[in-house]
């Protein structure tokens, strides 16, 4: 099955499976960060700017036409594929070979056993972790953002009831959302979040 | 050149910024320009603006009724310090759990905690009950909850309701919706009142449907729905029919906030999205209504849905007199 777009799986194609663009960014690219992260970390041995070849990653594919990404098989698959080539020309651009050679099997099997996209029916827990990455955010942060996002104020009504300037409200946002997307995305956190998803409470046959 | 991280912080600023919604137009062109510069900043945006939309999940915690927007709502739980404090911790939290009994107690024993929930078109509403029972209500929905000693009592009178229902074999949970009554003890199930007819939709569990003895010598005496089925009650009969997981996730999409289609008609989908947008879209090309096609998309964005019908399925919208927008082949 094919819940989440034209481009997690190819085959869904011929029903016009489309989407927002930052939907599916979340739904089918976010999901593998964890596990992309990780494998960036291996293969560069930590030498290199993870987040930096990432941006590059994405880069890619954000870039492709609607038609090509039609193409590119599964999006985890691509999203190895570039991040393995990522690294490999960082590597050459600083003129040094720090890079474990792994095979191509190697990368297949890294592809292959990862985290299925998020499942609706998990909205439970999904707002369990999110309530828990708020709670782990600086007082100013987790009051900004609870009032941003559970209660849906304006941010000059947030200035308002807290008494603080708008510009600060917007940083407390800013520096909210950062932290937000590394607890939930990289890291141990991330890491911690991966595991729990490798494990299909559900199904496995994703994206067919 | 800028590291990563540099950029990632401006990607966040730039997002805050945008949510304001009295931008203005330099800032906006000055965004576009920064955005265009540089294909990493392009990716570190989408990037944290899809970690801005899964935070907006949160918006399911908002506390119904009309009470002040609390800031600490999410304020974690202070760490004990010592074995003293833990010991007292644990009393207090004894204590008022004593208490809470107690004053559900005294609240239920004359038989009754009462609420009445409504939405609005093209917003959702989940909630805590007393029993610990959650429910969420989907767009334009109207529902009142009555617990009694004996029974807890909901009646759905417009709209769709999930329940996840804690279980209590001393106080079954009935749902009625029109002529159809939802008996349940422990479960979790939808209700969804269409023109004609009722649809439960059951998830975990099993509950029992029955309709008043008027229609019941017509229909069977009760119609037991277990997880993974769905019932169809109109005024003469019940059918039920298994649901596949994944068509029941398409069909829950609604707890956040999107909708998700696979090989439906136009007019399926169009009457999906008319639910939740006051801007109602029309067909009147039969072969364009009877076209299918499949997608996942936010339930209140509009502009998302018809820019894909437009660019991808040759579809033109146009503005019609009335506000309304209308879909039509555009050759």
Redesign the interface.
């Known amino acids: 099955m094919c819940l989440f777009g034209l481009w997690s799986g190819g085959t869904c194609v011929h029903t016009g499976w489309v989407t927002d663009k930052t939907d599916w960014f979340l739904q089918n690219v976010l999901v593998h960060e964890p596990a992309l992260r990780a494998y960036l970390r291996r293969l560069t041995r930590g030498e290199a700017d993870v987040s930096d070849l990432l941006q590059d990653v994405y880069s890619h594919i954000l870039a492709l036409s609607d038609e090509a990404r039609g193409r590119i098989g599964t999006v985890r698959g691509f999203l190895f594929r570039a991040a393995r080539n990522a690294a490999f020309d960082e590597a050459r651009h600083r003129r040094i070979v720090p890079l474990r050679t792994l095979t191509e099997i190697e990368v297949s099997n890294v592809v292959d056993d990862g985290p299925p996209p998020e499942q609706v029916l998990e909205a439970h827990q999904e707002l369990e972790r999110l309530a828990d990455v708020m709670r782990s955010l600086p007082e100013r942060c987790r009051q900004v953002l609870t009032l941003r996002k559970i209660y849906g104020l304006s941010v000059r009504q947030i200035s308002e009831q807290l008494g603080i300037a708008e510009h600060t409200v917007e940083k407390h946002i800013s520096v909210g959302l950062r932290l937000c997307a590394q607890r939930l995305y990289e890291g141990e956190e991330g890491q911690a979040n991966n595991k729990a998803v490798v494990k299909p409470r559900h199904r496995t046959e994703q994206g067919t | 050149m800028n590291?990563?991280?540099d950029?990632?912080?401006e990607a966040?600023?730039w997002?805050?910024?945008l949510?304001?919604?009295?931008v203005s137009a330099e800032d906006r062109t000055a965004f576009e320009n920064w955005r265009a510069s540089n294909?990493?900043h392009?990716?570190?945006f989408?990037?944290?603006?899809?970690?801005?939309?899964?935070?907006?999940?949160?918006?399911?915690?908002?506390p119904s009724g009309g009470a002040l927007?609390?800031?600490?709502?999410?304020?974690?739980k202070p760490l004990p310090r010592s074995r003293v404090r833990t010991t007292w911790l644990a009393l207090a939290a004894t204590l008022t759990a004593v208490g809470v009994g107690l004053g559900w107690r005294i609240i239920s024993s004359p038989g009754v905690y009462e609420r009445h929930f409504t939405t609005e078109r093209g917003s959702f509403e989940r909630t805590l009950l007393p029993d610990g029972s959650?429910l969420q209500l989907n767009t334009s929905s109207d529902i009142r909850v009555r617990y009694y000693k004996d029974r807890r009592l909901i009646q759905l009178t417009a709209g769709e309701a999930t329940f996840?229902v804690a279980r209590d074999p001393v106080r079954p949970f009935l749902v009625q919706a029109r002529d159809l009554e939802v008996r349940a003890v422990g479960t979790a199930f939808t209700v969804r009142l269409q023109r004609d007819h009722t649809e439960v939709l059951v998830?975990e569990g099993r509950v029992a449907l029955t309709t008043p003895v008027s229609i019941r010598s017509l229909a069977r005496d009760a119609v037991a729905v277990e997880a993974g089925q769905s019932a169809v009650a109109d005024r003469t009969d019940i059918k039920t029919h298994p649901v596949a997981?994944?068509e029941?996730?398409?069909e829950?999409?609604w707890?956040?906030g999107?909708l998700?289609f696979?090989?439906d008609t136009l007019a399926d989908i169009v009457s999906e999205f008319n639910r939740y947008n006051s801007r109602q879209i029309k067909i009147e090309d039969p072969a364009l209504a009877a076209r299918?096609?499949?997608?996942?998309?936010?339930a209140t964005?509009l502009d998302?849905f018809v820019s894909?019908l437009e660019?991808?399925?040759s579809i033109r919208a146009v503005n019609g007199s009335d506000g309304s927008l209308r879909l039509e082949p555009a050759h």
């Open positions: 590291s990563a991280k950029i990632e912080s966040a600023d997002l805050s910024r949510e304001d919604s009295a294909a990493k392009a990716a570190a989408v990037r944290l603006e899809a970690v801005s939309r899964r935070l907006d999940r949160l918006a399911a915690l908002r927007p609390d800031p600490n709502l999410l304020k974690p959650v996840e998830t997981p994944e029941a996730a398409r829950l999409a707890h956040i999107m998700s696979e090989n299918r096609m499949g997608g996942y998309f936010r964005n998302a894909v660019r991808q399925f």
